[in-house]
């Protein structure tokens, strides 16, 4: 599959950087980055709860990853070939590694 859009290459990893308010308390923040990229891809909402920003940063890290898994089975589909346990495998460690398990 042939894409002209260009992402920041992966693995995406999420970073737990909170901020420190004025009264020196600890406002959750979590960034999505990649090795070697100066910056970072995403970064989540300091108003939202920590626990949402937590299960955002695992999705939007996961993504690219779950993106390309989706592109070789639907190739695969697409070409009437059958999925292997391999594959199974792969996405079962993507599911979890959307909801902030390890791999």
Sequence with gaps: MTDSRK?????YIVEYLPFTSQDGKEIPNFRISSPGL???VAE??????AEVQEANAYLLAAALDMLLALERIWSKCSNHQPLTLTDATRIRALIGK????PG
């Design 44 to 49: 989540t909402d300091e108003n939202l709860p």
């Design 7 to 11: 992402y920041t290459s992966g693995p």
């Design 38 to 40: 100066e910056g970072y």
């Design 98 to 101: 959307a909801h902030g398990r």
